[in-house]
């Protein structure tokens, strides 16, 4: 089972920049696509942004040009690197990974707890 810890949230004013990782721990094969998602109250969690095992990447229309996601597969870590944050912006932010855990397994999906992100004006 993979275990995954978010950090890098914070308080922030309109226009500022913060940068979340993501590290994967525990016994896993191999991680494939992981992703950041993001939930404000009476809403759905909804994409941010994710990437491949090889990289590649895809944003939401929303933070197209501002927000960046990528990864260090020798860290099983993820970033998101949010610039020109907006009040918008402002969610509980979650870092979702599928992976398998042996490589005849199916694939799997964890979640981490998440990490607090505002954004004043």
């Known amino acids: 089972q993979v275990q995954l810890v978010e950090s890098g949230g914070d308080s922030v004013q309109a226009g500022g920049s913060l940068t979340l990782s993501c590290q994967a721990s525990?016994?896993?094969?191999?991680?494939?696509?992981m992703a950041w998602y993001r939930q404000v109250p009476g809403k759905e969690r909804e994409l941010v942004a994710d990437i491949s095992g090889g990289g590649k990447t895809q944003n939401t229309d929303s933070v197209q040009g501002r927000f960046t996601i990528s990864r260090d597969n020798a860290k099983n870590t993820v970033y998101l690197q949010m610039n020109s944050l907006k009040p918008d912006d402002t969610a509980v932010y979650y870092c979702?990974?599928?992976?398998?855990?042996?490589?005849?397994?199916?694939?799997?999906?964890?979640w981490g707890q998440g990490t607090q992100v505002t954004v004043s004006s």
């Open positions: 525990g016994r896993f094969f191999r991680i494939y696509t």
């Open positions: 979702k990974a599928d992976y398998q855990i042996d490589n005849w397994d199916v694939m799997v999906t964890s």
